[in-house]
T-cell receptor
Framework: NAGVTQTPKFQVLKTGQSMTLQCAQDMNHNSMYWYRQDPGMGLRLIYYSASEGTTDKGEVPNGYNVSRLNKREFSLRLESAAPSQTSVYFC??????????FGPGTRLTVL | AQSVTQLDSQVPVFEEAPVELRCNYSSSVSVYLFWYVQYPNQGLQLLLKYLSGSTLVESINGFEAEFNKSQTSFHLRKPSVHISDTAEYFCAVSIPNTGFQKLVFGTGTRLLVSP
């Protein structure tokens, strides 16, 4: 049982480049989330998907787009990366008992 | 809107000593409360949660937290810490029964356990 998986684990981009962070869960959860974690700021919600086919903005959505490809997969895209997007990105899914399960994270550096 | 305050960014403690990590929240409605733990270079894991019922909740590895509605607090305690408890701990809240769970996190407390 893999839980929540994320790829890649590490990525270095140059300003203006684009990339997609992949996330998949095998727990049959409806709700999925993307967070970013920055030192001293905790986790902030970027986008979420309450169920397959729906997505909505969180606290810090600017510069990002998402796709809920199916029930398992929820991807995060940076169209034109900026140094301010250097962060650790976590994907999570939520069980029916209000517990969120987190992936191992993607460490992104934008130069 | 809800907010969570973790005043201590770092708590150093010796092995086998007791520890308390503080969490206060602000909300105009009832909330669910959570503590998540993040070990180095890993994602977050749920440590314990309060949804309803007994205000004292416990984890399987000896941590406990008590929901205090009058003080809007949910402090995390352990009577005797181990080196392996070194991690970052996040307090979070959500609004119950909204059909969708949005967690609001505190800024985290780094617990450093030394021999």
């Amino acid at each position: 049982n893999a839980g929540v998986t994320q790829t890649p684990k590490f990525q270095v981009l140059k300003t203006g480049q684009s990339m997609t962070l992949q996330c998949a869960q095998d727990m049959n959860h409806n709700s999925m989330y993307w967070y970013r974690q920055d030192p001293g700021m905790g986790l902030r919600l970027i986008y979420y998907s309450a169920s397959e086919g729906t997505t909505d903005k969180g606290e810090v959505p600017n510069g990002y787009n998402v796709s809920r490809l199916n029930k398992r997969e929820f991807s995060l895209r940076l169209e034109s990366a900026a140094p301010s997007q250097t962060s650790v990105y976590f994907c999570a899914s939520r069980s029916s008992v209000d517990t969120q399960y987190f992936g191992p994270g993607t460490r992104l550096t934008v130069l | 809107a809800q907010s969570v305050t973790q005043l201590d960014s770092q708590v150093p403690v010796f092995e086998e000593a007791p520890v308390e990590l503080r969490c206060n929240y602000s909300s105009s409605v009832s909330v669910y409360l959570f503590w998540y733990v993040q070990y180095p270079n890993q994602g977050l894991q749920l440590l314990l949660k309060y949804l309803s019922g007994s205000t004292l909740v416990e984890s399987i590895n000896g941590f406990e937290a008590e929901f205090n509605k009058s003080q809007t607090s949910f402090h995390l305690r352990k009577p005797s810490v181990h080196i392996s408890d070194t991690a970052e701990y996040f307090c979070a809240v959500s609004i119950p029964n909204t059909g969708f769970q949005k967690l609001v996190f505190g800024t985290g407390t780094r617990l450093l356990v030394s021999p």
